[in-house]
């Protein structure tokens, strides 16, 4: 198909947000270009994310940048892309389900790159020939990814000078080769002139107050800081490795280290330790680690040591697929321990939540002396969004600890809360054992079923006692259907249920926070006037569906709709699926 | 390491717990527990300045039968848990301890890494050649044809060698002790104390109940005759040849202890905010 030369210019649909795909093999440079286009928009004034896929490889493979822009706030995909641009083909064929477009979808491909694969071509979306690489290769020391970037850039409706903008605020080679890469975005600019199609943003509103630029990492990152945490230890893995490699210099900023463990036997253990000796720390880790750190989580539990572990989660089981997106990690954080095990398990239910929910759970392991596991993942971690700045969220807990010499200092005393002080190492007259054996409240091993009982009830307790306020969950609308969901797929429930609420269907929105311990009184009382609910998660074992059915009482008869990663739950499959189910 | 200043000195007493050991009658690892207590009293460290890490096994009951604090994990974690500590509290005095099975089998990997990475750490082993806490199966360092109910006949499989392996994965302090000699025992372990970077003491450590033949070593333990060294390839070689019953300080490096990304604040938490602003 060739582009239609004629001069009629369609009329430009107006749209409240646009998608941009821009893909091609790995190293072709789509990752920048899609950084770039993102930061330009939130320099144009707009909200936006950037989601990031590619295949196994680390060079040559597949990659794509998923980029949706909007007047609001936006924090997951949308049903189509209105642009996919491809720098070249080369298995870009892979991404056909990651990338859905539409009869009114613009393709822009390279005039020397061959057709564009039926795959997409099949939607019977237009397309555009353009000469990234030979329009590159004309001006020296520019690159094809620039040429891209002003395509996209000016059918996103971003000007030239916003687009040379951003590249010169990011620039670090030459300036000859600044100049060439310019002039590589305008002649990109000029290009997409004749690219018709495109649907455009109304008039943006100016931003009340700077916005930031963060991926769900660097805000897990941030957040964790915030908490409190000045000690990491940490084993590399996709794709929690960025919130490391963010943590690494900001911790040494503040005072704090980060440690590269060798395995995450050892990443579990070291915080253990640290957090033992006093100061708040942190790993990261997706699927695999987290299955090698749980008997160091049983640890925590048992000695009653804080820590918290964030799982970026990816697609699983074993090794699975390492940068895409799933939740199936639910079932292992919630129930993956030895024994009876109390753990607190949270999880962000957005981009920009990524930040706060880390800190309140530094903060509750702190105040409960537990482990927290946060459940993100590679959707909310590896993506990069255009946010307002969160708020400041005042404390929410801070550590026990036992004073000098404190009389008849027991460490586990069974105290009513449950919640006992905890000496620190260096503490006169107060020293004692930590110990993942059971013990008396002494801290000496004990095999006794009274000590057993005791201890288990006190761990128990400490967890269930505790008030944990508003923000177990987002709970949003009205009616007497509610969608329960939890994690990055709240964004496209959140969408849904907003286009189900334009078709007269009211249902109600419960993103959980706070998935362990289970709240049942807030949860009634949520769920209140509800009648039927729909369980809505990434991952092909109904896992949130059936630890709810396990843990609350549910209303009606409560539906699933769950399906495994990498594909992400579309807003408006989702629509259609509340509609259907409320309409019966 | 804070040496104590207007107190009265301290001694092995101020050490020692009153909680009774689980060992059984004759184990070395009774020796070993009263060798630390000596060589903390000989490095004047007040005992809530101390902390004793451990995994799990009979010798990695030792903590509890001390004054200091201690730490008590999962089996073959020890290392992990004193580095995560001694890194984000410099401070403290931090001894590891634990047995054979611990140290070299499911916790082999963190022994090499610990020795690679020199944090400021004192590990001893209390190495009896077998696993006590579970009734008698053979560990890294059992002789290949010692019969076991698990591997009857014996594993067939060589003896692993901690202290090469310490020394070519870049411990900065290798000594071999004998429990039998408690004194020499304590010299040598407030020497590791005392020595910068990660300092490795393996402690012969009989087992009375599954090794009683191991009540020969008194009579196979001697002094090394030479003084310790500053050379791996010289101590590597001594250490590949010597009958495995020389005892002393083996090797004592000048490898730089590990230095963690740390110190003064330089920023508040809110100017890291600068660099996600637009």
Not at chain 1, 30 to 37: D, P
Not at chain 1, 91 to 118: K, M, Q, W, Y
Request: charge should be neutral.
């Amino acid at each position: 198909m060739h582009a239609r030369t004629s001069s009629r210019r369609q009329a430009q649909r107006a749209a409240a947000s646009i998608s941009i795909a821009l893909a091609g093999s790995g190293g072709s440079g789509v990752m920048t270009a899609g950084t770039l286009l993102l930061n330009a928009a939130a320099k144009a004034g707009l909200y936006g994310l950037m989601v990031r896929t590619s295949g196994p490889q680390i060079r040559g493979g597949e990659a794509a940048a998923l980029v949706r822009l909007g007047e609001a706030p936006t924090h997951g995909l949308d049903d189509r892309f209105d642009l996919l641009l491809a720098i070249d083909w080369q298995n870009v064929h892979r991404f056909a389900d990651e990338i859905p477009l539409a009869a009114t979808s613009v393709i822009v491909g390279d005039s020397d790159g061959g057709d564009a694969p039926d795959v997409f071509r099949g939607s019977g979306a237009r397309y555009f020939p353009v000469p990234f690489k030979k329009t590159a290769k004309g001006i020296a020391g520019s690159w094809a990814n620039m040429v891209a970037l002003g395509v996209a850039g000016a059918l996103a409706g971003i000007s030239a000078d916003v687009l040379t903008g951003v590249l010169r605020d990011t620039w670090k080679r030459s300036a000859d080769a600044l100049e060439a890469n310019f002039a590589a975005i305008r002649a990109g600019v000029a290009a997409a002139a004749a690219i018709e199609g495109m649907p455009s943003l109304a008039a943006r509103r100016k931003a009340a107050s700077r916005r930031w630029f963060i991926s769900g990492n660097e805000a897990a990152g941030y957040g964790a800081i915030r908490g409190g945490v000045r000690f990491v230890a940490a084993y590399p893995i996709t794709p929690a490795t960025e919130m490391l490699e963010w943590m690494a210099p900001a911790l040494a900023r503040v005072g704090g280290t980060l440690l590269q463990a060798e395995d995450e036997l050892a990443s579990i253990n070291m915080i253990i330790g640290a957090s033992y000796g006093g100061v708040p720390s942190l790993t990261a880790t997706a699927g695999p680690g987290l299955a090698l750190m749980i008997e160091g989580i049983g640890l925590a539990v048992g000695a009653e040591v804080p820590v918290v572990v964030v799982d970026v989660m990816r697609g699983g089981p074993s090794t699975g697929i390492p940068a895409k997106s799933e939740q199936s990690d639910l079932a292992l954080a919630v129930n993956g321990l030895s024994g009876d095990a109390p753990r607190l398990v949270l999880a962000p239910t957005s981009i920009a939540d990524c930040l706060a929910t880390t800190q309140w759970a530094v903060e509750l392991a702190e105040a409960l002396q537990a482990p927290a596991i946060v459940l993100s993942d590679q959707f909310m971690g590896q993506s990069r969004a255009i946010i307002d700045r969160p708020a400041d969220v005042a404390c929410l807990g801070k550590r026990l600890t036992a004073a000098a010499s404190a009389a008849d200092y027991k460490r586990y005393r069974d105290t009513e809360s449950g919640i006992s002080p905890m000496a620190i190492p260096g503490t006169p007259g107060v020293a004692y054992t930590a110990d993942g054996l059971e013990h008396t409240e002494a801290g000496i091993p004990s095999s006794q079923s009274r000590d057993h009982a005791t201890q288990l009830d006190k761990r128990l307790r400490k967890l269930a006692r505790h008030d944990y306020g508003r923000f177990w969950a987002d709970i949003e609308g009205d009616g007497d259907g509610a969608v329960i969901t939890f994690g990055s797929t709240t964004a496209a429930v959140r969408e849904a249920v907003a286009r189900a609420a334009d078709a007269g269907v009211g249902v109600q929105l419960i993103a959980l926070r706070l998935l362990a311990p289970a709240q049942p009184e807030r949860f009634a009382a949520a769920l209140d006037g509800v009648t039927q609910v729909l369980v809505v998660e990434q991952n092909h074992g109904a896992q949130l569906y059936r630890y709810l059915r396990s843990m609350y009482d549910l209303p009606g008869k409560p539906q699933s709709l769950h399906r495994p990663g990498p594909l992400p739950l579309r807003p408006g499959e989702l629509a259609d699926a509340i509609l259907a189910w409320r309409r019966g | 390491m804070k040496e104590a200043a207007a107190r009265a000195p301290l001694t092995a007493q101020n050490y020692k717990s009153g909680y009774k050991p689980i060992w059984c009658p004759g184990c070395g690892d009774y020796s070993v527990l009263s060798s630390v207590t000596k060589a903390l009293a000989m490095v004047q460290v007040p005992p809530e300045d101390v902390v004793v890490v451990s995994g799990i096994g009979c010798s990695s009951r030792i903590p509890a039968y001390t004054t200091c604090y201690g730490f008590h994990g999962v089996h073959g974690r020890a290392l992990a848990a004193a580095t995560g500590l001694k890194v984000a509290r410099p401070d403290l005095t931090v001894l590891v301890a634990g047995g054979d099975g611990d140290g070299y089998s499911i916790g082999g990997n963190h022994f090499l890494h610990a020795c690679r990475r020199n944090v400021d750490l004192t590990y001893i082993v209390m190495d009896n050649h077998v696993y006590g806490m579970t009734k008698g199966q053979p560990s890294p360092t059992t002789e290949p044809d010692w019969d076991s109910k698990l591997s009857p006949g014996g594993t067939g499989v060589r003896s692993f060698h901690p202290l090469v392996i310490a020394l070519a994965s870049g411990a900065n302090f290798v000594a071999r002790a004998f429990s039998g000699d408690p004194n020499g025992t304590a010299a040598i372990i407030a020497q590791a104390i005392r020595h910068p970077g990660f300092s490795f003491v393996e402690v012969l450590s009989p087992c009375v109940t599954f090794r009683p033949d191991q009540r020969e070593w008194k009579e196979m333990a001697h002094p090394a005759p030479v003084t310790a060294t500053d050379d791996p390839a010289r101590a590597a070689r001594r250490i590949m040849t010597d009958d495995g019953f020389n005892i002393g300080v083996l090797y004592a490096g000048k490898r730089k202890p590990y230095a963690a990304v740390t110190g003064k604040p330089r920023a508040t938490v809110a100017d890291l905010e600068a660099e996600f602003e637009q």
